[in-house]
Nanobody
Framework: QVHLVESGGDSVQAGGSLKLSCAAP????????MAWYRQAPGKERELVST???????TYADSVKGRFTISTDLRMGILYLQMDRLRTEDTAVYYC??????????????RGQGTQVTVSS
């Protein structure tokens, strides 16, 4: 049973900040790592950022320098700090992870998502 629960989505003005959280106690130590995806209306799902248990991170070019992924291993929480938000960051944000991952499906489990709306 997938148990990934996102929170923190909100409506903000461009230039503002939000911090998303994902309760992921069963996933945080997985060798698959964890990720944040987003999907805007009419657009394909986009991989925003990933983090490995080693602490290694990756970011999409569109968010590099503005977003920061992190984990609280003790609490089992995945975070996404989003600064200098732009209207194009508007999307539903999903956290993702897995216990049995492949190159084709690196993060097979996903939460229900949290809405982020950025207005100009």
């Amino acid at each position: 049973q997938v148990h990934l629960v996102e929170s923190g989505g909100d409506s903000v003005q461009a230039g503002g900040s939000l911090k998303l959280s994902c309760a992921a106690p069963g996933y945080i130590f997985s060798n698959c790592g964890m990720a944040w995806y987003r999907q805007a209306p009419g657009k394909e799902r986009e991989l925003v950022s990933t983090i490995r248990i080693t602490g290694a991170t990756t970011y999409a070019d569109s968010v590099k320098g503005r977003f920061t992924i992190s984990t609280d291993l003790r609490m089992g929480i995945l975070y996404l700090q989003m600064d200098r938000l732009r209207t194009e960051d508007t999307a539903v944000y999903y956290c993702a992870g897995g216990h049995y991952c492949t190159a084709e499906n690196p993060f097979p489990d996903r939460g229900q998502g949290t809405q982020v709306t950025v207005s100009s």
